[in-house]
């Protein structure tokens, strides 16, 4: 059996349990969270979502690029949100590697040098900080007065507030 079958098979037990408001795409609390696509970030049960209240955005990192200040851009203008969370962690596959050293792997295994920005950082406050500026400086987004970040802390839980 497939990772993909286990996941299926645990979709038909599931079946119509799932708690929360199906009725429309517009989030109900008017909030987007921004979070790493990492497995141990169990987004709807670290804030007790329910299903419709909030639009969740992952990427590697979970940091500001250009395709989410796109999805930001329709959540907002389209699609009702107001606030932004965004959430990076501690141990960080994206703080473990640099920009150029993952690029030049990707070059010389395909012989060809991506043109996107890897994101990679040291520091994850520092990078909850970037990425909150950028969506408070993005022109693009109508709300920006109530963004905040945090870094969860992979092994407790805790989220702590950026600054």
Request: hydrophobic letters at 35%; one cysteine or more; aromatic letters at 4%.
């Amino acid at each position: 059996m497939t990772s993909i079958d286990v996941l299926l098979k645990r979709n038909q037990q599931l079946g119509e349990i799932t708690p929360g408001d199906r009725s429309t795409p517009k989030p109900s609390l008017q909030v987007a969270v921004l979070t790493c696509m990492d497995a141990r970030i169990r987004v709807f049960e670290i804030f007790g979502l329910l299903q419709g209240e909030s639009h969740v955005l992952r990427n590697a990192g979970g940091v500001v690029t250009d395709d989410m200040i796109r999805s930001l851009a329709l959540s907002q203008r389209k699609l009702g949100t107001r606030e932004v969370l965004i959430v990076q962690h501690t141990e960080c596959g994206l703080s473990m590697v640099t920009e150029d050293d993952f690029k030049d792997e990707l070059e010389n295994d395909t012989g060809l040098r991506p043109t996107w920005s890897v994101e990679a950082f040291r520091n994850v406050e520092n990078s909850v900080r970037t990425s909150v500026e950028r969506v408070r400086r993005s022109a693009y987004l109508p709300h920006t007065d109530n963004v905040r970040g945090f870094v969860y802390d992979v092994k407790t839980g805790k989220l702590t507030e950026v600054e």
